[in-house]
């Protein structure tokens, strides 16, 4: 049996601690373990990320089989039991015992999908008959894909670089001009071309978000909801740096990242602004050509690489994630120029969060109408899920 030695044993009840009980995001503090400890090779690095993220998907289901077991819900157990069930070794940590896995048939699907009663009734209710497809695949590992910045260099040009200096193979497809597709995940801070802005790492179904927009070069943009400005990035990008995007945010640390990676990118028609009252969005009434909503939601489209969500949201908590995508409409109703766009987009999943949430703006602002709108489920393809709505404010006649 392969042995899971003491440093990995450690690190990972480190994170997933850190990710369990202290709501860290697992993302950034793998990466921060990662960085302190440089000399572990891509194996190593691998089945660290593979360890927590298993624990952190069948947590419930780990939970289950340890019942019999003392504690069986704390970091210590359930990263026991990821060992038994993987066959691995440990010296640091108990042998436990598991009882014999339930037929799927038999067991409660929300017990053997490793989701929250009150969730996983949600998404039955709402999504009905693919649910069970959708709940599915959102156990399962996202791919991943970069965005290439067009105004550095091209997609061909950069699958060119990353085989000839890095030995490593990309895919592109037509369908997502601006992606390169990988079979596994890379330690990209490192990297020449990501250090001089030539890519990003973002989704490839985020990716189609920017161009959904319709924006053009010499465009009035509005980023509502702008954080460290990934599609912020990509509408600099498809403007060619022609224009004006006015970013705006909450969170000033996400801004300062924004301007950080802006610098990098080479992106010099961004304007970044913290809200932090009424007065900070003045003069904006029918200012805007595009007004892109990337709106603060559930975030269920993304378990595949955020599998702790699941145990941190709560029903409270999507009711006024609702009210404030409602609000989020309404404000951004006034900015846009008559034939200008609102685009709200989500990375959820639930109809509640998107198309009824259009709906709902559409009855009571019948300026606009909904030019076209997507959803991309996470069965659908190895990606995250999304939802895009674009609406079109009618010309005043």
């Not at 997507?374 to 404010?393: I, N, W």
Request: include cysteine.
């Amino acid at each position: 049996m392969p042995k899971l030695h003491n440093n990995l044993a450690i690190a990972g009840l480190t994170v997933l601690k850190s990710v369990l009980n202290e709501q860290k995001r697992a993302s950034r503090i793998l990466s921060q373990t990662i960085v302190c400890h440089p000399k572990w090779g891509a194996r190593d690095r691998k089945l660290l990320y593979t360890l927590v993220y298993d624990v952190l998907r069948w947590k419930r289901y780990y939970a289950f089989l340890l019942q019999d077991s003392n504690n069986n819900n704390t970091v210590d157990a359930l990263l026991a039991c990821w060992c038994k069930l993987n066959e691995y070794t440990s010296e640091i940590l108990n042998e436990v015992k598991l009882i014999t896995p339930p037929n799927p048939d038999s067991a409660p699907p929300a017990i053997t999908a490793s989701f929250p009663d009150w969730l996983f009734t949600l998404g039955a209710a709402e999504l009905g008959s693919i649910w069970k497809k959708e709940y599915r695949a959102l156990n399962e590992q996202a791919a991943v894909s970069l965005r290439v910045n067009r105004l550095k260099s091209s997609p061909k040009k950069v699958q060119s670089q990353l085989v000839q200096q890095f030995q490593i193979k990309s895919e592109w497809d037509p369908a997502y001009p601006d992606a390169l597709l990988l079979s596994q995940g890379r330690k990209w801070d490192t990297n020449p071309l990501f250090k001089k802005g030539i890519f990003e790492i973002q989704d490839i179904h985020s990716q189609q978000i920017a161009p959904f927009t319709k924006v053009q070069p010499n465009d009035q943009v509005i980023d509502l909801c702008a954080g460290a400005g990934g599609k912020t990035l990509h509408l600099a990008a498809l403007m060619r740096n022609q224009g004006l995007i006015k970013a705006f945010d909450i969170e000033a640390n996400k801004l300062k990242e924004l301007n950080k990676r802006a610098k990098r990118a080479g992106a010099k028609i961004i304007q970044v602004k913290c809200i932090t009252s009424e007065n900070d969005i003045l003069g904006l009434k029918n200012w805007a050509n595009v007004v892109l909503i990337d709106a603060p939601c559930s975030g269920l489209g993304t378990l595949k690489r955020n599998p702790e969500i699941k145990w941190r949201l709560t029903h409270e908590q999507l009711s006024k994630l609702v009210s404030i995508q409602k609000n989020l409409l309404q404000q951004a109703a006034g900015w846009v120029k008559p034939n200008g766009v609102i685009t709200y987009a989500t990375c959820s999943i639930l109809p509640s969060e998107n198309r009824l949430q259009v709906q709902s703006f559409l009855n009571t602002h019948p300026e606009f109408k909904l030019e076209s709108d997507v959803t991309y489920y996470a069965h659908q393809s190895a990606f995250d899920g999304f939802y895009m709505a674009r609406l079109r404010k009618k010309v005043e006649m």
